[in-house]
């Protein structure tokens, strides 16, 4: 079950990330807000179902507290790639890329 969650959590935050850019005016895969609203629902989905699932055993907890700092990790990095001047400056100046480069 956990390993399934982590490989969903990865898959999703790729998708959310869109490695790719254009030469193009606007880059693509540079939306920040679908990033903050992909991470949010990833965070909630996994605490919500690890307090369904994990009643009483410990291991259960601990699994998916693993699971929820890995979709952190997960969205850090992608929060990175995206507030990134070269790759998409249309975000470098936007408050939660600010806020992100103060706590990097």
């Not at 999703?12 to 030469?23: D, K, L, P, Y």
């Not at 307090?51 to 952190?72: L, M, P, W, Y």
């Not at 975000?91 to 992100?100: F, H």
Request: glycine share 4%; proline share 1%; net charge negative.
């Amino acid at each position: 079950m956990a390993k399934t969650l982590m490989i969903v959590a990865i898959v999703i935050v790729a998708f959310s990330a869109n490695m790719g850019f254009s030469e193009a005016r606007a880059h693509t895969g540079c939306n920040l807000s679908a990033e903050q609203k992909t991470c949010l629902t990833i965070q909630g989905v996994v605490a919500l179902v690890a307090g369904t699932v994990c009643t009483h055993a410990s291991q259960c907890e601990e699994n998916f507290d693993r699971i929820a700092k890995f979709a952190k990790g997960a969205c850090d990095i992608s929060l990175e790639y995206l507030c990134d001047e070269d790759l998409c400056p249309e975000n470098y100046d936007k408050s939660t890329c600010k806020t992100k480069r103060t706590d990097w």
